[in-house]
């Protein structure tokens, strides 16, 4: 009804009333797969958008189910392939959660440097994760948000400026913390931080800024630190291959790590955006613009994992007879793992049968506050598992599980050895309806909004949609 009086009286269909947007076509569709707005956007975008809402509101009319699903913890990790850390709730912004993955590490591509072709668009540097250097999960993260005064030069005015701060320690030195400023306006000042490299993340190009030397050799000196004093036989070191010819030259692996940088994203100037092959077309943005954005995560940006999926592996790798790995000459014995080995950013509970999340095609989060939004995640596809799932998230030591028992009941894919846990998802965008009825993409954790997306510990989770589970289109290849 308010929609058709915003529009004048003339009568129409609802297609988006998620988070106040709103959007009409008039009613006398044939089903087609596209329609017409009442602004002449010919996009089956629309269509979807209808179906979204419609499953909304049907929703909401439904009895709470027997079965409550919610939402049993939430964690970020602010540099990629270090310690995450868990949090109570999250704001939602056009990258995932906020300060989830804005930072990693990476080391020189070597193959750029030494070719004779054209390195304009060829990245000077490469991403390195625990899947080379287990001794990343020893390093912990922490982020603090605090105002910080600063003076305008035309006023000389003081005002407050928003400061983050990420803070890295070891257990081995828990007192001795190394703090770096990543706040926005620092990130993109030249001469706090000079520095930008084009990295690679898997096929992708990024720009990033690098962090200065301090952080680099505080990583570089830990890592060397936790070989020279354990005995760590069983945590192989495998250097990106791209970088192998150069590592020939190295005497001894002390000297392997000393080029590892630190390196940042650039607000609002650092693209990546995901593959538009699994992205429904109720989670872009506009009609016809590109899919949804991630930060530094392996492709997507968030990945979703569930309780009753985590118990039920670990019954079976309790169950299932060891054998030997020749990979790995470490004793294992069979115990079972913490969701940590899968660096989840959203782990629910309540599901009635295991891996029950591979069937979700659209979730949405209610909170107990009314006044809270109600995000929308889309459930794009399966998450395939590598050997950093095999990392010990405390001691960085390596084992057998889970791929071992992971392979037995969880190989989905095009490739044996491609097994899934958890599954990769985005949020539904805020859409926004303005006077000049056009629509306009507003980011979730904008200033502008009076309630921000947010999603905490204890929300429940509303299926909205269900269907066949989605594997990678390609053969796996992790690094």
């Known amino acids: 009804k308010a929609a058709i009086e915003a529009n004048g009286g003339k009568e129409g269909m609802v297609v988006d009333m998620v988070d106040n947007g709103i959007v009409m076509f008039d009613s006398d569709i044939d ?14 975008m629309l269509l979807a958008r209808y179906e979204l809402n419609r499953l909304v509101i049907n929703k909401e009319k439904e009895e709470d189910e027997v079965h409550q699903i919610t939402v049993s913890s939430i964690h970020i990790y602010p540099v990629k392939s270090l310690r995450g850390i868990s949090v109570k709730s999250a704001r939602i912004d056009n990258l995932g959660l906020e300060g989830d993955r804005r930072l ?18 060829s990245p000077t540097h490469r991403f390195i994760t625990q899947r080379q250097c ?10 603090i948000s605090s105002p910080s005064l600063s003076k305008t030069s035309a006023s000389k005015s003081t005002s407050q400026q928003h400061q983050l701060i990420i803070q890295l320690w070891t257990d081995a030195n828990p007192n001795s913390k190394l703090s770096i400023d990543i706040s926005n306006q620092t990130l993109l000042n030249n001469r706090t931080y000079p520095t930008r490299y084009k990295a690679a993340v898997w096929n992708d190009i990024v720009d990033v800024v690098d962090l200065g030397d301090a952080p680099a050799k505080f990583v570089s000196q830990t890592i060397h630190q936790y ?35 630190l390196v940042s994203i ?3 100037i650092t693209n990546r955006p995901t593959d538009s092959r699994y992205i429904p077309h109720a ?31 670990n019954q079976r790798i309790l169950a299932n007879p060891h054998k030997p790995d020749k990979h790995s ?34 979730i949405q989060f209610q909170s107990k506050c009314k006044l809270k939004s109600k995000p929308i995640l889309h459930i794009v596809k399966g998450c395939p598992r590598c050997k950093q799932s095999c990392t010990d998230q405390i001691t960085g030591d390596r084992d057998i599980e889970p791929l071992q028992t992971l392979r037995t009941f969880r190989a989905l894919g095009h490739n044996p050895d491609d097994v899934y846990f958890a599954q990769n998802a985005v949020f539904q965008p805020v859409m926004q309806h303005t006077h000049t009825h056009t629509l306009t993409h507003t980011q979730p954790s904008s200033s502008s909004s009076t309630h921000p997306q947010t999603i905490s510990v204890g929300d429940k989770i509303h299926i909205l949609k269900t269907g066949k589970p989605i594997w990678d289109i390609d053969v796996v290849q992790a690094e």
């Open 227 to 261: 070989y020279n004093t354990q005995n760590n036989n069983n945590n192989d070191i495998d250097i990106d291959s791209n970088n192998d010819n150069d590592n020939k030259d190295y005497d001894s692996f002390k000297q392997l790590f000393q080029d590892i940088r």
């Open 283 to 313: 989670a872009k943005s506009l009609p016809g613009a590109n899919p949804p954005q991630t930060a530094l995560n392996d492709g997507f940006p968030l990945l979703l994992a569930s309780q009753e999926s985590l118990q039920d592996l």
């Open 266 to 268: 650039l607000p609002n």
């Open 31 to 44: 089903g087609g797969d596209s329609c017409e707005t009442m602004d002449g956007v010919f996009d089956s």
């Open 104 to 121: 990693m590490l990476v080391r020189p591509n070597y193959e750029t440097a030494s070719s004779s072709l054209s390195r304009e668009n």
């Open 134 to 143: 287990p001794a990343f999960a020893t390093i912990n993260t922490n982020i």
């Open 329 to 362: 000459t470490h004793p294992h014995t069979r115990k079972p793992l913490p969701m940590t080995r899968f660096r989840p950013n959203i782990v629910i509970q309540g599901l009635k049968y295991p891996f029950q999340e591979d069937t979700f095609k659209i």
